[in-house]
């Protein structure tokens, strides 16, 4: 009897502990159960905004909800009933103290104002015969706001076959600062008395932003003799007689600006500004009509080679406008086309009364008004 009720006694505590084991699988089946549902059902917000999500239910994320100064796009998400722009995270990073933080590394670009500036670096060119050397100048000249640095000045090109270069290939400037300049300069030495061809110089620098650029310049165009030659004393018998073996050249040239008297005298100081010897020099007036010859000698520093020109004026006498008819011959016939050239130019060009300079182009414009100027170099007034 005893051991009978023993046995129900243990049957029933055992029925018991399996009801509550029966019990708690199915409440936790239930809350497995819920759980999923919960994960598998709609949300009610925009379903535009799953990346927000993600993070959302992360425990401490912080989600930018402010836009930034970038050109990222947004997406919408609905918070508290409102909807405010929020900022898809692009890269996640885990922050010391546990919460996750959200970045993008833009990089950002230079303005329209700083890309105008960067454009503002020119560069200018010029040259002149001193003594015997060519002296080819670039100038640089920062026009924008900002400091250009590592400037390299170097020549692209020149004629090697008359011209021979001095001193370096190239020259370095640290830097040149906003509204600011340099100018460099590069020598060349002869090597023939007839200087022909065109000289580029080439220009890199780096910009504010640590770009580099690279610029060139014009040509600058060479077609000399008279700074290369020296003047040679001769007869003007033995002028004669030597023009009859040269090769030569002519060409005509109509002045407007100054009468036949002026044009005399004007082609006396060019003979002596491009290193002729005068030979002879004459003028007559017949019947209003004022005639004029000018002639002159020279031979090349480097040849040794003779040059001879001849220059014929005439016009109406005391009135403006004549004619000058300029003649070269000369031993080397690449010479005479040049020194016609430079003749013609030197001819046309408005110079100072008193010491022959030429007039800068807006003196002269000064002067063909009525208005009188300045001689840069001499500094004597200058009225017509």
Known sequence: MDSGKACTAVLCLLGAIGALFLGALAEAGALLFATICIFLAPDDRDEEVEGVRLYER????RVETEPREYS?????????????????????????????????????????????????????????????????????VNASSYTITDITVYILSY???????????????????????????????????????EIVAGVSYIDME??????????????AVCDLLQPEQISAEEFAL?????????????????????????????????????????????????????????????????????ILISGRSQEKGASCRITVSGEDEAMVLPAI?????????????????PLPIEKVEKLQSGVSVQCSFCEIGIGR
């Open 341 to 357: 050239d430079d003749l013609k130019d030197r001819l046309s060009a408005w110079l100072c009364p008193f010491c022959g300079s």
């Open 159 to 197: 004629p090697s076959r008359s011209l021979k270069r001095l001193g370096a290939n190239d020259t370095r400037i640290p830097k040149i600062g906003p509204k600011g300049f340099v100018s460099p300069h590069f020598d060349f030495l002869p090597t023939e008395d007839c200087v022909r061809g």
């Open 210 to 223: 640590g770009k580099p650029h690279t610029l060139s310049t014009e040509p600058y165009v060479i077609r």
């Open 58 to 61: 992360l425990e401490g994320v």
């Open 72 to 140: 990222d796009s947004y997406k919408t998400a609905t918070r508290a009933g409102t909807r405010r722009p929020v900022r898809i995270a692009q890269q996640a990073s885990v922050t010391p103290s546990g919460t996750a933080s959200a970045s993008r590394y833009v990089r950002k670009t230079p303005g329209a104002s700083a890309v105008h500036d960067a454009q503002k670096v020119d560069v200018l060119r010029g040259g002149e015969f001193i003594g015997n050397r060519l002296r080819f100048k670039v100038k640089v």
């Open 242 to 310: 030597k023009l009859k073996d040269l090769h030569s050249g002519e060409l005509t040239v109509k002045v407007t600006d100054w009468t036949p008297e002026e044009m005399h005298e004007k082609s006396l100081r060019i003979l002596d500004n491009s290193n002729f010897r005068e030979v002879s020099s004459d003028l007559k007036i017949t019947e209003g009509i004022a005639q004029a010859t000018v002639k002159g000698w020279a031979k090349g520093k480097y040849t040794g080679r003779n040059l001879g020109v001849e």
